[in-house]
């Protein structure tokens, strides 16, 4: 079993974090999307993971370099953003003609991959999208036989008045037999989407794989990567693995708190961060390299890499040089 972890977009509605790093390599009470997902695949018994890099694809490379992972993960740059489609058609040889997971790097998800994986597999469908119920994403029209009939608005109209078309939410998690992209050209940008409804035309539908409760997080804005963290704190311990969850304070052990730091809310302070006497802070998460100077207050605060740090601030994004 393989796996594609998609890394390339640009992270737009992460701005300005997704300046410094890559959203994949945000870090979340200390730990990478990256790194959750590709523990998550080797619990699972995944052999090893392409991770397709656009957007500051050089942190990806140094990061894939420094990690001791425990599969092999191999990085491959896009020539030009080539979208979900053309970036599955760029990996393909990684697959060897065989069927494929694919993880949308910026979501959280507690899943049975190798189940998931043999089941779509037995079913013989082109590709299984994992579904579940999620109002505020409710945008994929699913029949009665599970079969996937339509996304977004075309989905929603659909539905409307027809009940044996159920709304469900797509996961980022799907899993494909290789063939269906091989129409497709490499290096030309085209998205999964446009190769699933072409499908559904052609009678030959992807099937959704519904599970209604499953823990789901997505972490595309300021506001949702906040949440996260905030909610793994209150987590049970060993909850999600190797996130951190049931601690409200998480530091690194390279990193120097005095003590008489005040700390309030959930705090996660990164690697080599400095912090000064007689601080306080309170809902902060302090990336690498920080150093928040003696007397400073932060309230409600992320402070990406490197950022150094004095007086009061609050509700900040701070990012780049001195704040």
Excluded at 234 to 249: K, Q, Y
Aim: proline content about 6%; aromatic content about 8%.
């Amino acid at each position: 079993m393989r796996a594609i972890i998609l890394s390339a977009g640009l992270g737009t509605r992460l701005r300005p974090l997704t300046y410094v790093r890559p959203k994949v390599l945000v870090p979340v009470m200390g730990t990478t999307m990256l790194d959750y997902w590709v523990w998550q695949l080797y619990e699972a018994g995944f052999e090893s993971a392409v991770v397709n890099a656009f957007h500051l694809k050089e942190k990806l490379v140094a990061t894939a370099e420094e990690r001791a992972w425990p599969i092999p993960v191999e990085i491959r740059s896009e020539p030009v953003l080539l979208g979900t489609g053309g970036g599955l058609r760029n990996v393909l040889d990684f697959f060897r003609g065989e069927p494929f997971a694919v993880i949308n790097g910026d979501t959280v998800c507690k899943v049975p991959l190798r189940e998931l994986f043999h089941r779509h597999v037995r079913s013989g469908a082109p590709a299984t999208l994992l579904m579940h119920d999620h109002p505020a994403f409710n945008n994929v029209a699913v029949g009665a036989e599970g079969e996937v009939l339509a996304f977004g608005r075309e989905a929603l109209a659909l539905a409307g008045g027809r009940s044996e078309v159920a709304l469900r939410a797509f996961t980022g998690i799907h899993f494909i037999q290789p063939d269906i992209l091989e129409h497709l050209h490499k290096g030309v940008p085209e998205e999964i989407l446009t190769v699933y409804r072409k499908l559904i035309a052609e009678g030959t539908p992807p099937l959704a794989d519904y599970h209604p409760d499953l823990f789901w997080r997505e972490m595309g804005t300021l506001q949702s990567y906040t949440d996260l963290n905030r909610e793994l704190s209150r987590l049970p311990h060993a909850f999600l693995h190797p996130f951190v969850t049931g601690e409200s304070v998480w530091v690194h052990p390279d990193s120097h708190l005095p003590p008489n730091v005040r700390l309030e809310g959930c705090v996660a302070v990164g690697r080599g961060c400095t912090i000064g006497a007689d601080v306080e802070m309170e809902d902060v998460i302090l990336w690498d390299g920080v150093e928040v100077e003696a007397d400073s207050a932060l309230h409600h605060c992320i402070v990406a890499d490197g950022v150094k740090v004095r007086g009061s601030h609050a509700h900040e994004t701070l990012v780049g040089g001195s704040a």
